[in-house]
């Protein structure tokens, strides 16, 4: 029986470490920018709100600020789509 708590505490240990080196980026993770992979920033020539933020930068900030709310798919507007082509 206490082989068993020695191996869980020594387990516990191991986990709160690793979280705790992920938490303070201790941890040697990769981060890649754009220019890495040869992707070119396009910034956009219009601010229409003038907050000093490109319009393009605002729409991918407001996506990624939408995104973290996890908004749920409302298909009822998805016909509209159809009768834009034409069709």
């Known amino acids: 029986m206490k082989k068993y708590r020695e191996a ?4 516990a240990a191991v986990i709160a470490g690793l979280c705790i080196a992920t938490w303070s980026r201790l941890w040697p993770w990769s981060v890649f920018t754009a220019g890495d992979f040869g992707i070119t920033t396009v ?7 003038e907050n000093g933020v490109d319009d393009y930068t605002d729409i991918l900030l407001g996506a990624r ?3 973290k709310n ?11 789509v159809g009768n834009l082509r034409g069709s």
Do not use: E, M, T
């Open 8 to 11: 869980a505490a020594g387990l």
């Open 43 to 49: 910034y956009s020539q219009v601010d229409f709100n």
């Open 65 to 67: 600020k939408d995104g």
């Open 70 to 80: 996890h908004p749920k798919y409302d298909g009822r507007h998805s016909g509209c």
